[in-house]
């Protein structure tokens, strides 16, 4: 059973618009939630995080949104640039207790940002 | 450059040989994990050191797979006899425990393609 469900394989955009990138999780001891961006032929590539007491975190044109009670999160990029185009990974992990801190990725959402 | 790195990038081999992956940490990082991806899939967990303890290798995929982390640092990764299931990117992370939560930073990956 996935744990971290990335529902849309494929979004397009224009560039100078909002890409919306959504996630769902089913674990709630799930305490960080992470954003990876993967380029063809490389590893993925550490864009943004939120741990479970905020609801918000921004950095620069990325915003991540985190709703516990839906176990939801989102990543907005603004404006979006063609460079952007890459594909997508949200990933969680558990940092308590005796948990090794594994990362349980989704499937990825492949963004394309046309000029 | 201070990444994590990987070697080699690209593997080819014929089914039955042994193959062996290096992963080289961010220095001042204690844990490494690694992780395998197949088409169309996020990263899937298989084993994590802390130091040169390994603290959990029950998702190695069979006792084909082994690893090791003989002085803390660098780790590789084996797979004997090789299968074609096997064919795949794997994928090599560090961390660092002094940090509350656990942002993992990848390496650019070792291809492996078992003909």
């Known amino acids: 059973d996935q744990q971290v469900k990335q529902n849309s394989p494929s979004l397009s955009v224009q560039e100078g618009r909002i890409s919306i990138l959504n996630c769902d999780y089913t674990n709630s001891m799930f305490d960080y939630f992470l954003w990876y961006k993967k380029y063809p032929a490389e590893g993925p590539t550490f864009l943004i995080s939120i741990s479970s007491i905020k609801d918000k975190n921004e950095d620069g044109r990325f915003t991540v949104f985190l709703n516990k009670s839906a176990k939801h999160l989102s990543l907005h990029i603004v404006p979006s640039q063609p460079g952007d185009s890459a594909v997508y990974f949200c990933?969680?992990?558990?940092?308590?207790?005796?948990?090794?801190?594994?990362?349980?990725f989704g499937k990825g959402t492949k963004l394309s940002v046309k000029p | 450059d201070t990444g994590v790195s990987q070697n080699p990038r690209h593997k080819i081999t014929k089914r039955g040989q042994n193959v062996t992956f290096r992963c080289d940490p961010i220095s001042e990082h204690n844990r490494l994990y690694w992780y395998r991806q197949t088409l169309g899939q996020g990263p899937e967990f298989l084993t994590y050191f802390q130091n040169e303890a390994q603290l959990e290798k029950s998702r190695l995929l069979s006792d084909r797979f082994s690893a090791e982390r003989p002085k803390g640092s660098f780790s590789t990764l084996e797979i004997q006899r090789t299968e074609q299931g096997d064919s795949a990117m794997y994928l090599c992370?560090?961390?660092?425990?002094?940090?509350?939560?656990?942002?993992?930073?990848f390496g650019p990956g070792t291809r492996l393609t078992v003909l």
């Open positions: 992370a560090s961390s660092s425990s002094s940090h509350r939560y656990n942002e993992q930073f």
């Open positions: 990933a969680a992990s558990m940092n308590y207790g005796g948990s090794q801190g594994n990362l349980i």
